[in-house]
C-alpha cells in the first residue's frame, strides 16, 4: 500500500513538472470553480454560519501548527548539518588531509569557502576518490541550506498568506453564507490548503532524498 501511494505521488509530482503542464492544472480548476459557481447559482446551495467558522477556524489553526511544525524542522535539520559541516572542516583543515596533499589552505570556515578551494586545487577534475566524495557532500549540503531558506520561506510566506485570508473570511462568516458565495469560497480556500500540503510533501521528499 506504501509503495502504491508513493508511485502515486510520483506521477502526480511528475504532472506538476513543466508550465504547460501546470496551466493544465489550473485550467481544470478554474473550470470545476465555475463548475461549482453553476451548481450554486442553480440550486440555490446553503451553508451554515457555524460551518462556515468551523472550517476557516480549522483552516487557521491547522496552518499555524504547520509554520510551526516546519520551523522547528528547518531549525533541528539547520543544526544537523551545522555539525556534519564542523566536522568535515576539522577533518579537511587538518594537516594530514587529502587536501593538504593537494596543497589547499587549511583554514575553511564553511562549506562553501572549502568546495571553492578544492574547485580552485583542482580545476573541477578530481581523482582522488575520498575528496571526490566529499566534494559531493559539500555540494548536497549547500543546496540543502539553500533549499530549507529559500523554498520553505516561500511555502511558509504561502501558508501564512491563507491564514490571513481565511482569518477575513472567519471574521465574516456571518455574511458569507449567501448560496452564490459560500461554495465557491469553500472550494478556493480548500484547494489553496491542498496546494500547500502538496508543496510541503514536495519539501519534504527533496529534503530526504537529498540525504
Known amino acids: 500500500m506504501e509503495e502504491f501511494l508513493y508511485k502515486k505521488y510520483q506521477n502526480l509530482g511528475t504532472f506538476f513538472t513543466g508550465s504547460r503542464k501546470r496551466q493544465y492544472f489550473y485550467f481544470i480548476v478554474?473550470?470545476?470553480?465555475?463548475?461549482?459557481?453553476?451548481?450554486?447559482?442553480?440550486?440555490?446551495?446553503?451553508v451554515e454560519s457555524e460551518t462556515m467558522f468551523w472550517f476557516f477556524s480549522s483552516i487557521v489553526q491547522s496552518l499555524m501548527t504547520l509554520i510551526g511544525f516546519m520551523g522547528v524542522a528547518v531549525i533541528f535539520k539547520y543544526q544537523s548539518i551545522a555539525i556534519i559541516e564542523e566536522r568535515t572542516l576539522r577533518k579537511m583543515n587538518d594537516i594530514t588531509s587529502v587536501l593538504s596533499r593537494i596543497g589547499g589552505r587549511l583554514n575553511s570556515t564553511s562549506d562553501e569557502e572549502l568546495l571553492m578551494i578544492i574547485n580552485y586545487k583542482t580545476q573541477n577534475k578530481i581523482i582522488?576518490?575520498?575528496?571526490?566524495?566529499?566534494?559531493?557532500d559539500l555540494e548536497s549540503r549547500i543546496w540543502l541550506k539553500q533549499f530549507l531558506g529559500d523554498y520553505m520561506l516561500k511555502i511558509?510566506?504561502?501558508?501564512?498568506?491563507?491564514?490571513?485570508?481565511?482569518?477575513?473570511?472567519?471574521?465574516?462568516?456571518?455574511?458569507v453564507t449567501n448560496p452564490f458565495f459560500a461554495v465557491s469560497i469553500l472550494y478556493i480556500c480548500f484547494f489553496l490548503v491542498a496546494d500547500i500540503l502538496r508543496l510541503v510533501i514536495k519539501g519534504i521528499a527533496s529534503t530526504i532524498s537529498s540525504n
Not at 478554474?30 to 446553503?46: A, D, P, R, S
Not at 582522488?128 to 559531493?136: F, G, N, S, W
Open 30 to 46: 478554474l473550470l470545476g470553480l465555475v463548475g461549482v459557481i453553476t451548481l450554486e447559482f442553480y440550486l440555490g446551495f446553503k
Open 128 to 136: 582522488d576518490v575520498e575528496l571526490k566524495r566529499t566534494k559531493e
Open 156 to 175: 511558509s510566506i504561502y501558508a501564512f498568506s491563507v491564514v490571513l485570508l481565511s482569518l477575513f473570511f472567519l471574521s465574516i462568516s456571518k455574511f
